[in-house]
């Protein structure tokens, strides 16, 4: 067998559990279909005791054994660690976190869904490596520890033994790439098909985050400027143009709207004018080039380019998506 463990804790995300679960116990289905020889999965939920878990939308899911009860690291295949409200806050979960460092120990391979990755930092699971984790708490998970690479678009990562995953249903796409790996294409591809998913999402999470914002400035020239570029994406927004609307030297408008804002204008243009192309495309039906001339783009192309940079995904496939998503609603 191969043995994926997977703790349950008070407001634990439930789609980051059920989402794999079905993945692992799929494929074993899958494997049959295929006439495939070899090992099936097993998913034990564990918890610290056999009472029931409620998750942060109020679901119960019942362990299948304690914490104590579990098998040591040498048969744990994978250890998979889901998210929940209570992941983020780093006076909760202690008994987890020790259990974690004991569990931990040997195991083949680690993974997080969603704010999972926070706990696998607290127990010391991860330090530098590079990881994801839901957009919204990307910032959070870097500032609590410094020293991980944190990337907030993939919708997972694999560094070394340790795979990480963006929020909630990425967790579907994690479980499927691991599953790719253990028993191959066909058993993934026959297991996304069953649940109506990608096998590979195109595009990474960027494409379903919020729009862009602005820390907040007590500079007021860098307040009006951004004010400004999010107000007339389609006009002339170089830095000359900026630094003249404000009134400050070229130098030193790029260095002051650096330090308050985190990225240089033109990296802050850019996200500006891809987030009202989304609005568009989401909105209107104009065409791609209509949409990269209202958006200061100098052509189609261009935004293309801006688009597979950003989001991984073009224009038009985002197009398609949303008026998917939109339909179904």
């Given at each position: 067998m191969r043995t994926i463990v997977m703790p349950l804790f008070s407001d634990f995300q439930p789609l980051d559990v059920v989402g794999p679960h079905e993945v692992f116990i799929s494929a074993n289905d899958a494997m049959d279909v295929l006439g495939m020889a070899g090992d099936r999965y097993e998913v034990l939920l564990c918890a610290t005791t056999l009472d029931p878990v409620r998750s942060e939308s109020g679901l119960l899911l019942s362990p299948t054994g304690t914490f104590e009860d579990t098998p040591g690291s040498a048969i744990i295949d994978t250890l998979l660690v889901p998210g929940g409200m209570s992941t983020r806050d780093e006076a909760t979960n202690n008994d987890l976190v020790?259990?974690?460092?004991?569990?931990?120990?040997?195991?083949?391979?680690?993974?997080?869904?969603?704010?999972?990755?926070?706990?696998?930092?607290?127990a010391g699971i991860i330090t530098d490596e590079k990881v994801t984790t839901h957009w919204a708490w990307a910032s959070l998970l870097a500032k609590q520890f410094p020293r991980l690479d944190v990337d907030p678009d993939p919708i997972y990562?694999?560094?070394?033994?340790?795979?990480?995953?963006?929020?909630?249903?990425?967790?579907?796409?994690?479980?499927?790439?691991?599953?790719?790996?253990?028993?191959?294409?066909?058993?993934?591809?026959?297991?996304?098909?069953?649940?109506?998913?990608?096998?590979?999402?195109?595009?990474g999470q960027s494409q379903f985050g919020s729009p862009v914002w602005s820390q907040a400035t007590e500079m007021q020239p860098i307040r009006d400027a951004c004010d400004y570029i999010h107000q007339s994406p389609e006009v002339d927004l170089s830095v000359r143009a900026l630094a003249s609307f404000v009134g400050m030297s070229e130098r030193n408008f790029t260095r002051v709207f650096?330090?308050?804002?985190?990225?240089?204008?033109?990296?802050?243009?850019?996200?500006?004018?891809?987030?009202?192309?989304?609005?568009?495309?989401?909105?209107?039906?104009?065409?791609?080039?209509?949409?990269?001339?209202?958006?200061?783009?100098?052509?189609?192309?261009?935004?293309?380019?801006?688009?597979?940079?950003?989001l991984g995904i073009s224009p038009a496939a985002y197009r398609r998506n949303t008026k998917t998503v939109r339909a179904t609603v």
């Open positions: 020790e259990w974690l460092q004991s569990a931990s120990t040997g195991v083949a391979r680690v993974g997080s869904v969603c704010t999972g990755t926070f706990l696998l930092a607290r990562r694999v560094d070394g033994n340790v795979w990480t995953s963006a929020g909630v249903t990425a967790g579907i796409d994690l479980a499927l790439a691991m599953v790719e790996q253990d028993c191959g294409a066909a058993v993934a591809k026959l297991v996304a098909r069953g649940l109506v998913v990608y096998l590979h999402r195109p595009g650096r330090a308050e804002i985190g990225e240089s204008p033109a990296r802050y243009v850019d996200r500006v004018r891809v987030d009202a192309a989304r609005t568009i495309l989401e909105r209107e039906s104009a065409t791609i080039e209509q949409v990269a001339r209202r958006t200061g783009f100098s052509s189609a192309e261009v935004l293309r380019r801006a688009f597979h940079r950003r």
